[in-house]
Nanobody, 125 residues
Framework: QVQLVESGGGLMQAGGSLRLSCAAS????????MGWFRRAPGKEREFVAA????????GYADSVKGRFSISRDNAKNTVYLQMNSLKPEDTAVYYC??????????????????WGQGTRVTVSS
């Protein structure tokens, strides 16, 4: 059974940085697409970043491009989301997810079949 556990969230001032981690058990992340999503208060869950199974291509939402970076440590079976230059509008619960999609990555929540419980990020102005 797949289990994804996010960590690293917290309270940060605008302009600061955080690194979120997503540790997996029951699934080798290097064989799956990995995605990060977030849900801000009162809003729908939205795509943040994703990486294809090979780690050769990544994609980002326009709102985080140039500030956030997704990466993976195969030895630790963990995926990371480095968040720099944080803004108050980045405040949300962040979720990692995996997908069996072959050949690329996806921003569609429907393509992901396993999700973590989320970690809360609050950015103060």
């Amino acid at each position: 059974q797949v289990q994804l556990v996010e960590s690293g969230g917290g309270l940060m001032q605008a302009g600061g940085s955080l690194r979120l981690s997503c540790a997996a058990s029951g699934r080798t992340l290097s064989s799956y697409v990995m995605g990060w999503f977030r849900r801000a208060p009162g809003k729908e869950r939205e795509f943040v970043a994703a990486m294809n199974w090979a780690g050769s291509t990544t994609g980002y939402a326009d709102s985080v491009k140039g500030r956030f970076s997704i990466s993976r440590d195969n030895a630790k079976n963990t995926v990371y989301l480095q968040m720099n230059s944080l803004k108050p509008e980045d405040t949300a619960v962040y979720y990692c997810a995996t997908s069996r999609l072959y050949g690329g990555w996806s921003r569609d929540t429907g393509t992901y079949d396993a999700w973590g419980q989320g970690t809360r990020v609050t950015v103060s102005s």
